[in-house]
């Protein structure tokens, strides 16, 4: 008599598998797109950071409206030395440019109630990750 799995138990195995890659493969991609916005949340972080210090020097925030992070980098915390580069983008590998649609940062400023707000964006540029702000 010959030992060896059968061609029922083949295809139940086969058939286990299908039935685990279905139910995980979602939250293994879904994990990707989590991490990257961990890193967003971790660029305006250190971008508050920089704010602060700006403001700390200036005794002002930076006056801007709808100004997406590289515009705000460059002409406000570069030249002060409170960032060294514009920072990457953790969904594209690059230095945030202002056209930016995943995981873009945007920073407002009210004058009347001197609260600006930095606000990121996931992967679909709507839906929000966070909103940082100096209340």
Known sequence: MRKGFTLVEILVVIGIIGLLAVFLAPNLLGARDRAKE????????TVQLAIEAYQMDNNVYPIA??????SLCRNYLMGGGYM???PKNPFTGQEYADGDVMGKIIYNYTDATQ???????????????LELTNL
């Open 38 to 45: 961990a890193g967003v949340k971790g660029v305006m972080h």
């Open 84 to 86: 060294a580069a514009v």
């Open 115 to 129: 609260v600006y707000a930095l606000t990121g964006y996931k992967k679909n540029g709507i839906a929000k990750v």
């Open 65 to 70: 409206y709808n100004l997406p992070l590289e």
